[in-house]
């Protein structure tokens, strides 16, 4: 069966701001959707903010079982209750990766509890994406490292907890590092945190940042576990004084 795949995208930048149009005509989420063409592993779909429900109801979560986030001016117009439910459907096995300037959207700040700030500066500066952890499925397909040409620069302090898996460090020409690829598990859901994705920039049509995609979303799919059950257990076995 198809991995189902939601790319949601604020829509924002490649509407209202020229370069970003000339480079994503069709919106972010479209090129996105580009790393997934053709391989019958996945079965994707696009939503938006300005669709209907903020483009997830309820129904298009319950179908969703890995959901891409692109955004990044129009984070505090997405409702608290779809950020609640996206937490929510995350803690209830869904995978969840958030890209680039999703780093200080409501539903990754909520899944981890900080507030995910950093440096950033836009320079058309070379990146070079290090992969710190090669045996790493995300980094299936990769050599030692993925050079981007042009992007937006982050730097730490990146206010975040500690990665479960780290398995990207970016360095760019400007002399900073940073933690570009950062695995989370929350509840039974996983979450990936991928970093490159500047809007004025390619970086979305590059052919291995489209593999690390596509192996974000098989590494963040839902895995078959028992659901989680917490509060007031009784024993497994015979207990004296035991009365429930």
Same mark, same amino acid.
């Given at each position: 069966m198809a991995l189902r795949v939601t790319i949601w995208n604020e829509f924002h930048d490649e509407r209202h701001k020229e370069d970003a149009r000339a480079v994503y005509p069709d919106g972010i989420h479209a090129a996105l959707a580009q790393a997934f063409a053709g391989d019958d592993r996945f079965q994707v779909a696009t939503a938006t903010l300005d669709d209907a429900d903020q483009g997830l109801s309820d129904a298009r979560l319950a179908e969703t079982d890995v959901l891409f986030w692109w955004a990044h001016h129009r984070h505090a117009d997405v409702a &608290? &209750? #779809? !950020? !609640? *439910?996206?937490?929510?459907?995350?803690?209830?096995?869904?995978?969840?990766? $958030?890209?680039? +300037?999703?780093?200080? +959207?409501? $539903?990754?700040? *909520?899944?981890?509890?900080? +507030?995910?700030?950093?440096?950033?500066? %836009?320079?058309?500066?070379? =990146? *070079?994406?290090?992969?710190?952890? /090669?045996?790493?499925?995300?980094?299936?397909?990769?050599?030692?490292? %993925?050079? #981007?040409? =042009?992007?937006?620069?982050?730097?730490? /302090? @990146?206010?975040?907890?500690? $990665? &479960?898996?780290?398995? @990207? %460090?970016?360095? @760019?020409?400007?002399? &900073? %590092? @940073?933690?570009?690829?950062?695995?989370?598990r929350r509840g039974r859901g996983r979450i990936f945190y991928f970093r490159p994705g500047h809007e004025t920039y390619p970086t979305c049509y590059v052919p291995e940042v489209q593999q690390i995609l596509r192996n974000a979303a098989l590494w963040a799919a839902p895995t078959d576990t028992a659901p989680l059950e917490f509060g007031r257990r009784p024993p497994l076995e015979p207990l004296p004084g035991w009365t429930g």
């Open positions: &608290d &209750d #779809l !950020a !609640a *439910r996206v937490q929510q459907r995350v803690l209830d096995g869904m995978g969840f990766v $958030p890209l680039h +300037s999703a780093h200080v +959207s409501k $539903p990754i700040t *909520r899944l981890l509890g900080a +507030s995910c700030q950093l440096s950033w500066r %836009v320079a058309a500066e070379r =990146e *070079r994406l290090w992969v710190v952890a /090669p045996g790493h499925s995300i980094a299936e397909g990769l050599g030692p490292y %993925v050079e #981007l040409a =042009e992007e937006e620069a982050y730097g730490e /302090p @990146f206010d975040i907890p500690t $990665p &479960d898996e780290l398995v @990207f %460090v970016s360095w @760019f020409q400007g002399g &900073d %590092v @940073f933690r570009s690829g950062c695995g989370y």
